[in-house]
């Protein structure tokens, strides 16, 4: 896998809960985008105390971590903005206590190093929609700012952003005919419920449009099974991404107990069905025959 070295330019806060990182570097310029609105990439990070991430190498095909190193923290993070002219990429990251990602940006500083992946996305509406419908919550803000400013002169769209309160609502501009509304949720464990209550709260315009959801991993789940069985929509018009997961510690504990079995019907369900909407379908069984 490729890597790109970046480092930071500057930084600035975009709501007292979100803070935008400006990454430079002439690898930048060359950087491996997909140039959807919500690509999303891998992150290396510094260990605490460190600047520069460990980044792995490859001995005899194989990717691995340098010798006596250990491997980088690694999340993913939406681009916020990439521009190839200057080589920089914006990131931003919501502020919360404790998270990998979360620290470094607060205490980043000019000339901090991280590495990037390329980045790949799931935006692609239809070349015929004629709407466009964004739900998520403050983890999807980065992705749904930048879909919105993207947006093709006159495409109508309604975006439901659900953040702590007042001052995390943000302003995007747009050649768009849009519509923004907030939702105000400070409790996480109450977050997922607020998600998928704005999904179904949304009256989806006539003719052919898009979905996209992003935030809380349960909530995009119960949004994907609402959209695909209850309004029968075709998988081409929507898309959902879990960006997190509430009590994610409780999952992996879980997961580890039902590992084998999990990866075992999930392995048989990739070789069962080609179509992406089945196979997804089977994904939620299986998780849900587990617990999970």
Partial sequence: MA??????????????????????????????????????????????????PVIPVEVDGAEQVPQGAVAAPVRNY????????????????????????????????????????PAHGTYQPPADAGWEVLVGDATALPAMGRIVEELPAGRRAVVVGIVEGPAEEQLWHSRGDVEVRW??????????????????????????????????????????KYLRHELGLPGAQYSTLGYWRFDDEAWERRYKEVATQVDERLAAANEQFPDDDDYYDAVDKIYEDHGL
């Fill in 3 to 52: 890597y790109y070295r970046a480092t930071v330019r500057r930084t600035a806060r975009v709501t007292p809960g979100m803070i935008r990182v400006t990454l430079g570097g002439d690898e930048l310029t060359d950087y491996d985008a997909k140039g959807l609105a919500d690509d999303y990439c891998r992150v290396l990070f510094p260990h605490p105390g460190e600047r520069e």
């Fill in 78 to 117: 939406t681009i916020r903005r990439h521009d190839r002219v200057d080589g920089e990429v914006d990131i931003d990251f919501v502020v919360h206590a404790g998270g990998v990602g979360a620290t470094w940006a607060r205490e980043a500083v000019v000339g901090d190093s991280v590495a990037l992946t």
């Fill in 183 to 224: 939702l105000h949720e400070a409790s996480a464990d109450k977050l997922a419920a607020a998600l998928t209550a704005a999904v179904r709260d949304v009256a989806l315009p006539e003719g052919t449009g898009y979905v996209w959801v992003a935030g809380e991993a349960a909530a995009t789940r119960a949004a994907r």
